[in-house]
């Protein structure tokens, strides 16, 4: 009898792990390189553009604006309402409604919503009534449609007292 050593001899494998390595390069490889139309990514161009206060044009000589009550105090609206409108100065404003009440009267500041591209109008708006531009947000009325007024104004708690809104002329 042969004696054996304690191992036995095995046959490699090679052959089947070569060939399974080189069919998963060939695949990766064609991924890469023929990827489907249906797979690759479209730029889709952004929503909205950034505007810059300096892009602003002068403001219109009237300028008509809409005024809600956010506040929650009675007679607001109107009062500021009256106070644009009184007001003198290069700017006339103009309300073609009466003012009108927010859905929500809990407004913690004043909000200034421009309907125009440009800002002009809203900062005109937002300097007499002693507030900065970040009060001045922009909502742009649908593709079409036009806008009924160019500054929309909704009082928060911060312009809550009415004898602000006192009229006088310059």
């Given at each position: 009898?042969?004696?054996?050593?304690?191992?036995?001899?095995?046959?490699?494998?090679?052959?089947?792990?070569?060939?399974?390595?080189?069919?998963?390069?060939?695949?990766?490889?064609?991924?890469?390189?023929?990827?489907?139309?249906?797979?690759?990514?479209?730029?889709?161009?952004?929503?909205?553009?950034?505007?810059?206060?300096e892009d602003s044009t002068a403001p219109p000589d009237t300028v008509t604006i809409e005024v809600w009550n956010g506040a929650g105090v009675s007679d607001l609206a109107m009062r500021a309402q009256n106070f644009l409108e009184t007001r003198g100065g290069t700017v006339t404003f103009y309300a073609p409604g009466p003012p009108l009440n927010a859905e929500d009267m809990d407004y913690g500041v004043t909000v200034i919503i421009s309907h125009d591209t440009s800002f002009s109008a809203a900062l005109e708006v937002a300097d007499i009534i002693g507030?900065?531009?970040?009060?001045?947000?922009?909502?742009?009325?649908?593709?079409?449609?036009?806008?009924?007024v160019d500054v929309t104004i909704i009082l928060g708690r911060d312009r809550n007292d009415p004898s602000v809104f006192i009229p006088y002329r310059d």
């Open positions: 009898m042969k004696k054996t050593s304690g191992r036995r001899k095995t046959k490699r494998r090679v052959f089947p792990v070569v060939l399974v390595s080189l069919a998963a390069g060939c695949l990766i490889t064609l991924a890469l390189v023929y990827t489907p139309t249906w797979f690759q990514v479209e730029y889709i161009p952004p929503l909205f553009a950034v505007f810059h206060l507030l900065g531009d970040s009060s001045i947000v922009m909502m742009l009325p649908p593709a079409g449609e036009a806008a009924r």
